[in-house]
């Protein structure tokens, strides 16, 4: 068939479950100018996809393209039922008190409201198509599931998996027996996807991260286009934009979000040439430029070392005390797209931005026009189906990234304090101000400060406890290698390596911080005060800790084990755990510490942009009314942004759910040069990975509002940001605009949308084998393969079981370790596995056969390579020949459970 036509079933799939949720998505965001269509096919995703898992997961229905289609149409009805429900609310509820004012878009159901705002739809309708064809077409040109720059063997059989399961939880393809121990709920909602289009599992992987990019650009216009015209749901009576202005710029959003890379791409192409001396190459130290560039003449525009590419995804460059290289990992979505990993990070990527128009709508929430406490039977100013929704979108977070659900939940919370804050209102200064006055503006401020952080704990508590019942069949059998908080005591980042990472996006964050301090009378002087007064409380609270964990080892209370071992022995005078070779390991170790110290400049400049944004909105809950736009005289001033969200002003707020955003990237951004989270890697590599990440999504949408705003402004240093901004954009765009066409050169064969078609060139045989395999083999039978033991992953072995989804006793051991936060079960199984293939004692081999339930024994090049013919020739008496081609041979037994 077509991969044509597959792509377009697949387009007509995604938009069945934007459809599905659509009467539902316009009553939740409907203070929002586009009533949250751009994010209606994420949430329909993520809705039926829950209920498809856990009706699943509860034997309720099967894993089947009827079970699915139960879960869409209870996401279906559910909103159509909530509509039906207002209208009938409203026809016999007697209003009560003068009428008010609207709020928002006038047509409440979703007929009306798509009829009087077609170009909306149309034009997120064809961002989203557009991004989608292009990316299926850049995946055509890199399409292949390869072992290696990546862990595309791991996501194909997690989705080939869930595709075998008759039920939930999925079976773990790399180790029998047992379930997936992963977030894995993207990969569902692939496969549900998958299966109602009716697209092969190696087709189906490109074109999900075809559609995630698609999503990803969908949800980035929709949260631009609210930002630009936000003051129309937040502030009715305010000034609207042009809708030309408004689409055009919303554009910025998908742009800077998952298109523009990091500033890498541009220092390979400078380098490559020849440009700048060798000593500002060895100064940055980004890895593979830190060396002497070629003469300039001789040099080339285009990076011609192999998988440069790669090199942008490892810009911070970490060393231990004694000069060992560390790997840091500073993904962005840009990158992730191209090197086409279908990762939970990128599973999760769409329903960030789901999230973040959450957060956009919770900030409505809190505004004067609604009443904070107006809603009947509800939470935070949210009625209870909406608390409903708002659990089971950031409880999915954690299933689908972990990471991100305790990220975008602060996110919510915080805009919703902060949108309540801001329309508030307060008790102004006079110039003669009495003291029962003072006594009264502090009685003010503390009772609104009370019952907005009771409103915002009670909300807090709802979510986090929702979000987690929600998903408790997930929780439950949930295992982790995470081993709690360690301090990252040796590695500050590099603020060249932090601006190479962050460039474009740190200079608008940067410029639209100090702008909107400057317009709120910030002094500089305070933003330096305090900047050094909480970097030295983290210092010292950091050092209290030290101390007092030393304090412990030292007494014995803590046993000197894990970190402690090494502290132990400090404090001890003897050698230190593993560096017995090092010499002067002490001495390293100090003189590590010490520049530690010396380099606080990335910390520093996060620390006074946060000061910046707080003193800012601080400034802002004690301001004075601004007058009407007009009566305020002209020039700049007039447009400002700086009203709160229930002022009269242009921006309705919208200024400082940005600075919001620009705060948490910074928060992110900053948490790593402290405190990192302990797993087996036993750096910092993951935790950067995942907070970069999410800084970079929410810089970005933050970055392109910013932009907007700094361009609809007529004065020079609003033209000068935007010019250098413009360049800084341009910049980052090299890496997309050089890195797609290498990757397709890399690749080098013909267009096609197939993942595994390669194999029939590289590796036939077991082609051929595996394909018989997903044509014959139905259900979930357990088949012997070689495994890629003692930890390995990232190797060929494994292939079987990613390819067909059949669990096999071991695949990948390394990442089986990292799932499960230990190597007992696969430590138990290699040797195992080992007497599986070369004991030619039927006995011993039946027992084993027994034990583990195999069905299927794989026999291919590989096993034929690596264990004595006598051991593989004997399975010809224990089980059937079921395929034989000379170099692979599939034996099968029957076994009581097989289907």
Known sequence: ?????????????????????????????????????????????????????????????????????????????????????????????????????????????????????????????????????????VRAHMPRILTAGGEKWMEIAFLRAILRSDTFPPHDP?????????????????????????????????????????????????????????????????????????????????????????????????????????????????????????????????????????????????????????????????????????????????????????????YGKGSREYGVGSNRGGVGGLDWWEVLVYALCLGGLGFLNTWDFPVYLFVVLAAYALGCSLSAGTLRNTQHETHALRVSRFTFHVSRFT?????????????????????????????????????????????PQFLVMFGPLAFIAAAFVVDSAARRGVRARDVGRWTLAVLLVVLAALTLVVGLFAALVWLGV?????????????????????????PDARALISRSLLLRLVNPWTALGLVALIIMVVLVLGRELNAPPQPPPSERGGGESAPASSVGAGGGGEAGGMRYFVLLLFATGALLTLGVEYVYLRDHFGVRMNTVFKFYFQAWVMWAVAGAYAVADFARRDARWSRAVVAIAACLIAGGLVYPLLAIPTRAREYGGPPTLDGAAYLAEVYPEDYAAITWLNEHVSGAPVILESPGDRFRAYVYEGRVSAHTGLPTLLGWGGHEHQWRGDYEEPGRREPD?????????????????????????????????????PGLTKFGGLMDVVYDTGSVTIYHRAMNNEQ
């Open 1 to 137: 068939m077509s991969q044509m036509l597959f792509a377009f079933r697949w387009y007509m799939v995604v938009q069945l479950f934007g459809l599905a949720a659509l009467p539902l998505c316009v009553r939740l965001f409907r203070r929002l100018p586009d009533r949250g269509y751009g994010v209606s096919k994420p949430l329909g995703l993520l809705l039926a996809g829950w209920a498809f898992w856990l009706t699943t997961t509860f034997g309720w229905t099967r894993n089947t393209a009827g079970g699915i289609m139960v879960a869409l149409a209870a996401v279906a009805s559910a909103g159509v039922l909530l509509h039906l429900g207002q209208r009938i609310g409203k026809s016999t509820i007697a209003p009560v008190g003068p009428p008010i004012a609207p709020v928002g878009p006038q047509s409440d159901g979703p007929g009306g409201w798509l009829g009087e705002n077609w170009h909306i739809i149309a034009a997120t309708e064809g961002v989203f198509l557009l991004a989608f064809v292009a990316w299926c077409l």
């Open 174 to 362: 790399w180790l029998s027996g047992f379930a997936i121990s992963y977030y894995y709920l993207g990969y569902v909602i692939v496969a549900m996807v998958t299966r109602l289009a009716a697209v092969p599992p190696a087709i189906a992987f490109n074109l999900g991260i075809a559609a995630l990019f698609a999503l990803a650009c969908t949800g980035a216009f929709s949260l631009m286009y609210n930002l630009v015209c936000g003051v129309g749901a937040l502030n009715p009576r305010g000034p609207r934009r042009p809708l030309g202005f408004s689409l055009g710029f919303s554009l910025l959003g998908p742009l800077m979000v998952a298109v523009m890379g990091n500033l890498e791409g541009l220092l390979e192409v400078l380098h490559a040439r020849g440009v700048g001396p060798a000593w500002f190459w060895q100064w940055l130290d980004v890895r593979s430029l830190n060396v002497a560039p070629p003469v300039l003449a001789e040099g080339s525009w285009v990076p011609p070392r192999f998988m440069w590419w790669w090199q942008a995804s490892r810009v911070l460059h970490d060393y231990t005390p004694w000069g060992a290289e560390q790997e840091v990992i500073d993904e962005f979505p840009a990158f992730s797209f191209i090197l086409g990993d279908m990762h939970p990070h990128v599973l999760a990527l769409p329903f960030v931005l789901l999230a973040l128009a959450l957060a956009l709508n919770v």
């Open 451 to 495: 019952f907005v952080a009771l409103q915002a704990g009670l909300l807090f508590a709802v979510l986090l406890l929702g979000g987690i019942f929600l998903y408790l069949p997930f929780w439950v059998g949930f295992q982790s290698q995470a081993g709690g908080i360690l301090v990252n005591l040796f590695n500050a980042t590099r603020l």
């Open 558 to 582: 803590i046993s000197p084990q894990g970190p402690a071992a090494y502290l132990a022995a400090w404090l001890q005078g003897g050698p230190i755990p593993g560096l017995e070779g090092v």
């Open 833 to 869: 596995i080992e007497t599986l293939y070369t004991s030619v004692n039927p006995a011993e081999v039946s027992i084993l056969l027994d034990r583990y339930g195999i069905s299927y024994v794989y026999v291919g090049p590989l096993e034929r390579a690596r264990y004595p013919a």
